[in-house]
């Protein structure tokens, strides 16, 4: 059975006002988001990894590093944040100023409606679904994976492991910062998973309010 601990990368100084930080703009953290970072790695110090492994961009390779430190940390392409072309860098109001229509059919169909110039959800679960499969036939058979990727590639990631609809992915799950996800995968990815532990901020002191609607 293969366990997946899986992460968003801290905020970075372009998470406030939020705005769409895909494969584009490649940021470090923040400072508050490295003590983040601390605090998860902390709570994750007993743990024996066998691998870790983060999306190559600076964001997430920065929060691997210091969750685990001294430790060596793989990069795969396949859990890169959803290319979001046009709207890189750009807030919600931005992008409903500029691209409304299109951007109502995409809050509608984010699976099937690419991004302008850039990714779809189901694009991007294919990238999640090539990645999963290639974990759990990597193994080891009993082996434990820590993912430190991206809100948007994470919540697709779990659709994709859980059997739920890439469309959904942004009414069904929530990945804050730093946050803790785990799920057991028994067998191969076809059989689906067993979601454990789901966005757990607890680590971090005050509690994140489950009613606030935000993420991409």
Known sequence: MLTVFLTRHGATLRSDPEQHLGQGIDIGLSDAARSAARALGARLEGVAFDRIVSSPLRRALETAGTVAPGRLVETDPRIAEMDYGEWEGLTYE???????????????DPAGTPCPGGESGDDVAARARSFLADAIA???????????????????????????????????????????????????????????????????????????????
Request: with cysteine.
């Open 138 to 216: 990597r193994g080891p058979h009993d082996g434990r994976i820590l993912i430190v990727a991206h809100a948007t590639l994470n919540r697709i990631l779990l659709c994709v492991a859980l059997g739920v609809p890439v469309r959904d992915y942004r009414r069904r799950f929530r990945q804050d910062p730093t946050n803790l996800t785990v799920l057991n995968l028994p067998g191969p990815l076809e059989d689906g998973a067993l979601l454990l532990v789901a966005n757990d901020t607890s680590h971090l002191g005050a509690a994140v309010a489950p009613w606030r609607e935000d993420g991409h």
């Open 94 to 108: 931005e992008i409903y100023a500029r691209d409304l229509e299109l951007r109502r059919r995409w809050e509608d």
